[in-house]
């Protein structure tokens, strides 16, 4: 039905710009294709050929990547990688700009709420069909994960009350909530703290700007959204974080040091993961694949062009405790009374 040439090229750039750079695996294979790749690769990115940036050869960086990428994505997996744009960063580089909160230190009290066992989670869960997750965002190269990862729970819980889909400034918890917030590291129980008694004002009055500022209170003058409280789900409880994602989208912390995170296109990221809480994002639904496999839905906040839209799939109810790449160690909710 597209009648017009032009319409269709337009298209083709919003297709472009939202699922971003596409390649075919055997670009992948030779010392020739691989090069042309990586200057495609930079022009998308609008970044220099050849930068050696902290004395690395950003080229090899990119090779071992893609070699690595291509070795896992042969092995057909329940899950497949891509040079997406942390294609030219070391793992330690990646872990270093993208560890995002300070959360280790668990000091986390027995809730019972979710234990309840009244509670019967359905098979599956998507609270996006509910209408109650606003678009993928990005942090860009701050490490705010800990504020999106508590808006996106935030907007959930408030939408759920009122059925309004609202999206919460992410920038008044970096500039506003505490000074252990900022974009190396935060605490999400301290932004839930901050809703608590402050409340959050929307994205359009004090949007995202991707540096800490001064808390400005004149944008904080924008219309408020307030949460009663805020409580932990039981931890390493995969049980208790599912009735608690049966309720509402729920921040959960994840290891993100392994490449299958880092590199993750599509589908559902099982096998080894380590269990050190270094990323926050939003758990907002569950379900079993085709083949069985059960897994978690999770926003990421890593901009539409990451993963499966911006989301990703991590595998559910596996023997360790933790759950894969300890999505079950420590997840937050906040608790909001239906207004009347
Ligand atoms: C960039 O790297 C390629 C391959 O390593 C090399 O042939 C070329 O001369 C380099 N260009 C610059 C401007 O350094
Ligand atoms: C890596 O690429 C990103 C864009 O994807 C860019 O912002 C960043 O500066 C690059 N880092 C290095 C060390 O080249
Ligand atoms: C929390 O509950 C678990 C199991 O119900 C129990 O083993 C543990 O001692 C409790 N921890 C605290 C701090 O009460
Ligand atoms: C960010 O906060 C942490 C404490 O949570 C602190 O150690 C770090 O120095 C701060 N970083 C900046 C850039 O202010």
């Given amino acids: ?30 010392e020739i294709s691989l090069r042309k790749l990586y200057k495609r690769w930079s022009r998308h990115h609008n970044l220099p050929l050849n ?22 994505n042969k092995m057909r997996l329940s899950y497949s990688l891509k040079l997406n744009r942390f294609a030219n960063l070391t793992l330690s580089e990646f872990v270093d700009i993208h560890t995002c909160i300070s959360e280790t230190k668990t000091m986390i009290t027995n809730s019972t709420d979710y234990q309840l066992t009244d509670v019967k989670p359905p098979e599956s869960v998507d609270w996006r069909k509910q209408g109650a997750v606003t678009e993928v965002k990005n942090q860009r190269g701050c490490g705010s994960c800990w504020a999106f990862a508590t ?20 920038q008044e918890l970096l500039d506003c909530s505490s000074d252990r917030n900022n974009c190396t ?20 009055h004090y949007p995202y700007k991707a540096i800490k500022g001064l808390c400005d209170p004149l944008k904080k003058k924008g219309p408020r959204v307030t949460i009663d409280s805020y409580t932990f789900v039981p931890k390493n409880n995969e049980l208790a974080l599912r009735r608690a994602v049966a309720r509402q989208p729920v921040s959960i912390g994840i290891d993100p040091t392994s490449p299958s995170f880092r590199f993750y296109s599509k589908g559902i990221i099982t096998g080894k993961c380590g269990t050190v809480l270094g990323h926050a994002m939003a758990a907002i639904g569950y379900g079993t694949d085709k083949d069985g496999t059960k897994y ?20 559910r109810d596996i023997l360790e405790k933790e759950g894969r790449c300890g999505i079950a160690k420590r997840a937050i909710y906040p608790i909001k009374t239906p207004v009347r």
């Fill in 1 to 30: 039905m597209i009648k017009h040439p032009l319409t269709f090229l337009f298209l083709l750039f919003l297709l472009q710009s939202v699922w971003g750079f596409e390649y075919e695996e055997k670009e992948l294979e030779s």
């Fill in 51 to 72: 930068v050696t940036k902290q004395g690395v050869n950003r080229y090899k960086v990119f090779k071992i990547n893609a070699k690595y990428i291509l070795k896992i």
């Fill in 151 to 170: 808006v996106a729970a935030v907007e959930g819980m408030n939408f759920i009350r009122t059925k309004r889909l609202v999206s919460l400034s992410a």
């Fill in 185 to 204: 590291r935060g605490v999400r129980r301290l932004a839930f703290e901050y809703i608590k008694t402050k409340g959050i004002t929307t994205e359009t």
């Fill in 296 to 315: 978690w839905l999770v926003k990421n906040s890593y901009g539409p062009e990451w993963g499966e839209g911006g989301y990703v799939r991590i595998e």
